[in-house]
């Protein structure tokens, strides 16, 4: 599978997040939560809103400290899916930069549609599922990249 979801509580207090083969985007669900949180030498107290999102490269791990339950949308992006979008757009061998409490609306929409689907019981199978995968590796992508399209080439692109 390219793109899998699932909802995962978050539990109150000092956790790593879980290592995985995959890269994780953690959606936040629900009321604003106050956190810590460290990512390699960076630590920082923040409040998680609903509809923010941490990325969470493959192989590594972020370290939490939350103060009340919470819940997540997670997104499990596979890394080849990753590597094949960011050579077919043109950045050849790309990392996944690691990124905590980010907003972007064609992000939740992914995720939203992700979560309907999950509830819903994939009922066009996996089709469905992987067809979104590609969208969110383009859009984190697009994220991640220095060198945004100026407005005139945005508005030849095609919608």
């Known amino acids: 599978m390219l793109l899998e979801t699932r909802t995962s509580p978050v539990p109150v207090g ?3 997040s879980p290592i995985s083969d995959r890269h994780v985007l953690c959606l936040h669900l629900g ?3 106050p956190v810590s949180y460290r990512a390699g030498r960076y630590e920082r107290r923040t409040v998680r809103l609903h509809g923010q999102f941490c990325v969470v490269p ?3 791990t972020t ?3 939350v103060s009340r339950p919470a819940v997540s949308l997670l997104l499990c992006l596979s890394p080849s899916l ?3 979008t960011a050579e077919t757009m043109g950045a050849g061998r790309s990392e996944l930069a690691q990124a905590i409490h980010i ?3 064609q992000i939740e929409r992914i995720g939203w549609m ?3 689907e999950d509830l819903d019981g994939y009922p066009g199978g996996q ?3 992987d067809s979104l995968g590609p969208a969110l590796a383009i859009r984190l992508l697009a994220l991640q990249s220095p060198a945004k399209a100026s407005a005139s080439e945005r508005r030849r692109a095609l919608p």
């Open 14 to 16: 000092l956790f790593d």
């Open 31 to 33: 009321d604003p939560v």
């Open 58 to 60: 493959a192989e590594s």
């Open 63 to 65: 370290r939490w400290i």
């Open 82 to 84: 990753w590597q094949e």
């Open 103 to 105: 907003r972007d609306a």
């Open 114 to 116: 992700m979560q309907a």
């Open 127 to 129: 089709l469905f599922a």
